[in-house]
């Protein structure tokens, strides 16, 4: 795609060193591209119109050269000198970023005001630095609990019989999981204001199990937009945004975060879950909040998302554990504890691994949010000898992120699966940030796994 018609003015031009020189560019949400590129590099671009609205930014066109950024972006010259950071001050301005190798500098430009400092220690220290500042204006972060999640075994098809296995097999193989999530398939969607899906069961009894177990109860949630077909998007037209994509067999629609009908019901729908007594909530599908369109109130798609999950942390309180998915990432910080910075492990039919590891490049590019501006949730450990994958991205996920979760029936995992799982609760969740070595060997893993797919 052609940058078209938005207006980007030159702020820096970078003597690089051609063959050695990188630039970070960050992406969008939890599922856009993150990664370090060489200076030469072209940087990943959606292939068709829906990949778009669900991956990148939407309604920002992505160049056709060079590399960009969305609120920030690092060149690392190669040459000895500092490596200079741009990057946005105000969490409602996300300017985006492109830098293009011209000759043999890099010139930078931006579409709204950035900062520009610069850091001798290097490309990675540009990004601790300004993580630092972002989390010196942000709640503090507390360590998350472990996690078992049903999406990855039993996807839409979970049942309240699955979750009850779940928490017997937890008790029999003395597991240590602090909370039992509850993923997509428990309700009919957020557009039938939280109707129980027909097949599941009942979520309220599933909770009351969970919790007298002596663990906490998560529900996975898509707050922020509905499908087309939906009730809501039927009755209160005047709700809805523009397109978000495409799941769950219909278009999806944004929601207007600032419209008051829309945010009585989602503070409703709230209270509801944690007055059942969830007291964790993996809030999906997040970038619906921030699509074009008009909306009620005269502000643009940034300050509309802000407000929403702004007001989410409001209705549930500072108690409730809040994981961020699909989330336009610099828009939320402060406002989430938990922040999956990666793809999903794999979607329904790549069960085997044989489609390599999808979350690898951004959860190892974004090591240094770890401890920073979240807990880094680098998606859920699969464990089962089915998953050909398994050891590698145990390992990586237990690199790179804060968040220990998995999601396997447990009665089907072998022995190295079960010391696998035993390992990766017993290391527990952490908030801390990761030494400087891990994000440096991030950096080049992500750099490899990005030239290599």
């Known amino acids: 795609m052609s940058q078209g ?40 671009a959606p292939a068709e119109g829906w990949q778009h609205l669900m991956r990148f930014r939407p309604g920002t066109p992505v160049p056709a050269s060079g590399v960009q950024g969305e609120g920030l972006l690092v060149v690392d010259p190669g040459t000895g000198v500092p490596a ?25 430009r931006s579409s709204g005001p950035v900062t520009t400092s610069e850091h001798p220690a290097g490309g990675e220290a ?27 075994r039993f996807f839409e098809a979970v049942t ?9 097999d937890l008790d029999r193989h003395e597991l240590g999981v602090g909370v039992v999530l509850v993923d997509d398939g428990w309700s009919a969607g957020f557009g039938e204001l939280l109707r129980p899906s027909d097949r599941f069961g009942s979520l309220p009894g599933v909770v009351e199990d969970v919790r007298a177990s002596g663990r906490r109860a998560g529900a996975w949630l898509a707050p922020f937009l509905v499908g087309a077909d939906t009730t809501m998007a039927r009755e209160h037209p005047d709700w809805l945004v523009g397109p978000a994509g495409h799941n769950w067999g219909q278009d999806l629609v944004g929601l207007d975060l600032t419209h008051p009908g829309v945010r009585e019901v989602l503070a409703d729908s709230l209270r509801a879950l944690v007055d059942a007594g969830v007291d964790y909530l993996k809030l999906d599908f997040l970038y619906g909040g921030a699509v074009p369109g008009r909306r009620r109130e005269d502000v ?40 999956r910075v990666s793809p999903d492990t794999f979607h329904e039919g790549g069960e085997d691994g044989s489609g390599g590891l999808r979350g690898l490049m951004p959860i190892a590019a974004r090591a240094w949010q770890q401890g920073r501006l979240w807990v880094n949730d680098p998606d859920c450990v699969v464990v089962r000898p089915s998953y050909g994958s398994r050891e ?37 969740g952490t908030a801390a940030p990761l030494a400087t070595e891990v994000l440096r060997h991030g950096a080049r893993v992500a750099q490899d796994e990005g030239a290599a797919s």
Do not use: K, N
């Open 84 to 108: 200079r950071c741009y990057a946005t001050d105000d969490l409602l301005v996300v300017p985006s970023i492109h830098a293009t190798l011209e000759g043999d500098r890099v010139v930078v």
């Open 160 to 168: 309240a019989a699955d979750v009850a296995e779940a928490v017997r």
């Open 5 to 44: 018609a938005v207006r980007m003015d030159v702020v820096d031009e970078v003597p690089v060193d051609p063959r050695g020189g990188r630039v970070y560019a960050e992406g969008w949400q939890s599922w856009s591209p993150a990664t370090w590129y060489p200076v030469t590099a072209t940087g990943r």
């Open 300 to 339: 643009d798609e940034v300050a509309a998302y802000r407000s929403g999950l702004q007001l989410v942390r409001d209705v549930v309180g500072p108690d409730v554990l809040l994981v961020g998915c699909g989330a336009p990432l610099l828009p939320s910080v402060g406002l989430v504890d938990v922040m």
């Open 392 to 428: 590698r991205w145990a390992e990586a996920a237990q690199a790179f992120g804060g968040l220990r979760s998995f999601s396997d029936r447990i009665s089907e995992l072998d022995a190295w699966g079960l010391d696998t799982v035993r390992g990766l609760l017993a290391d527990g």
């Open 126 to 152: 540009a990004l601790v630095a300004y993580g630092d500042a972002l989390a010196a204006t942000s709640p503090p972060l507390s360590d998350p609990p472990t996690v078992w999640c049903s999406w990855y």
